[in-house]
Nanobody, 121 residues
Framework: QVQLVESGGGLVQAGGSLRLSCAAS????????MAWYRQAPGKQRELVAT???????NYADSVKGRFTISRDNAKNTVYLQMNSLKPEDTAVYYC???????????????WGQGTQVTVSS
C-alpha cells in the first residue's frame, strides 16, 4: 500500500504565501514524477506543476513566477511554495505521484486526499 498525505493548506490574504507538503509512504520502491493539481468549485481539476525525479520542473502559465515546486527524494516528499497568492488560486490542491511499489513491476499514479487553499481579497 502507498499513501500520499498533504499538509499546509489554509486561509491567506491576497498577496500572501503558503507552502504545501505531500509525503508518500508505504511499500515504495521508487517515485518518478510528482505533481500538484488543483480543483476549484465547479471547475475541472487542472495541473499546477510537475517535477521529475531528476528535478526538472514544469508549471501552468497561471502560476509561473509565483509558485515553486521542489522535492526531497530521500523523504519521498514534494513541496509547493506559493507566493503572491490571488483569489483565483482558491481551490483544493491535490498531490500526485508515479510510484513503483515494492514487489510490483509498473508505476502507478497515486493521489493525496487534498488540502484546501483559500485566498481572500
Amino acid at each position: 500500500q502507498v499513501q500520499l498525505v498533504e499538509s499546509g493548506g489554509g486561509l491567506v490574504q491576497a498577496g500572501g504565501s503558503l507552502r504545501l507538503s505531500c509525503a508518500a509512504s508505504g511499500s515504495i520502491g521508487s517515485v518518478r514524477t510528482m505533481a500538484w493539481y488543483r480543483q476549484a468549485p465547479g471547475k475541472q481539476r487542472e495541473l499546477v506543476a510537475t517535477i521529475s525525479s531528476g528535478g526538472s520542473t514544469n508549471y501552468a502559465d497561471s502560476v509561473k513566477g509565483r509558485f515553486t515546486i521542489s522535492r526531497d527524494n530521500a523523504k519521498n516528499t514534494v513541496y509547493l511554495q506559493m507566493n503572491s497568492l490571488k483569489p483565483e488560486d482558491t481551490a483544493v490542491y491535490y498531490c500526485n505521484a508515479d510510484v513503483l511499489a515494492v514487489f510490483t513491476y509498473r508505476y502507478t499514479g497515486y493521489w493525496g486526499q487534498g488540502t484546501q487553499v483559500t485566498v481572500s481579497s
